[in-house]
């Protein structure tokens, strides 16, 4: 079976510094995607960034930035110049034969 | 499209009795997945559509639940005789896989919140 562990429940930052959330993984499997997803407070649950195991190049939406280490197991998340509005809790997920999250990271961006 | 959307956004409900609530997907979205999330988790995956076909179900879930997709638009998912433990933010999810769409990214709904007491 799948599993997603981020090793970090919490996390802040100071506005406009940058932060990495940690995210590895556990397959048996060669194609699959992994997402993080996104979470605020009392909010629905957003797509960050996506990024397909078969792609070497790493992913980027902006701001945000995967660091996707396929033998490692390991797809962690950048955020560039933290704004208030990125505190939120922040979901690693894979999607292989099946769909499983990680239990996510809290992250408060401070002014 | 205004995106996924679920009814009721909040159920209290007491132990014993059934619930049921609406997922309406992204217009034009063949896979529609249920979830269960509680406080301070991810989501945990219960089951999924492809159509009105259900391909998949956690051997998590209890069979006093229940879903369905009749006609491969929006879905239901009925707890019958709810307890404590059910007590959670469900989840549903829509997305389009097809022969040159392949990822599977999945659109969250804003959750319905059941309270069982």
């Known amino acids: 079976a799948q599993t997603v562990t981020q090793s970090q429940p919490e996390m802040s930052v100071q506005e406009a510094e940058t932060v990495t959330l940690s995210c590895t993984y556990d397959t048996s499997e060669s194609n699959y995607y992994l997402f993080w997803y996104k979470q605020p407070p009392s909010r629905q649950m957003i797509l960050v960034i996506r990024q397909e195991a078969y792609k070497q190049q790493n992913a980027t939406e902006n701001r945000f930035s995967v660091n996707f280490q396929k033998a490692a197991k390991s797809f962690s998340l950048k955020i560039s110049d933290s704004q208030l509005g990125d505190t939120a809790m922040y979901f690693c997920?894979?999607?292989?034969?099946?769909?499983?999250f990680g239990a996510g990271t809290r992250l408060t961006v401070k002014p | 499209d205004t995106g996924v959307s679920q009814n009721p956004r909040h159920k209290i409900t007491k132990r014993g009795q059934n619930v049921t609530f609406r997922c309406d997907p992204i217009?034009?979205?063949?896979?529609l997945y249920w979830y269960r999330q509680t406080l301070g988790q991810g989501p945990e995956f219960l089951t999924y559509?492809?159509?009105?076909?259900?391909?998949?179900k956690s051997r998590l879930l209890s069979d006093r639940f229940s879903a369905e997709r009749p006609k491969g638009s929006f879905s239901t998912l009925e707890i019958q005789r709810t307890e404590q433990g059910d007590s959670a933010m469900y989840l549903c999810?829509?997305?389009?896989?097809?022969?040159?769409?392949?990822?599977?990214?999945?659109?969250f709904g804003p959750g319905t919140r059941l309270t069982v007491l």
């Open positions: 217009s034009e979205h063949n896979r």
């Open positions: 997920a894979f999607r292989g034969n099946d769909m499983r």
């Open positions: 999810a829509s997305s389009f896989l097809g022969l040159r769409i392949t990822s599977d990214t999945q659109y």
């Open positions: 559509f492809q159509n009105e076909a259900q391909l998949e």
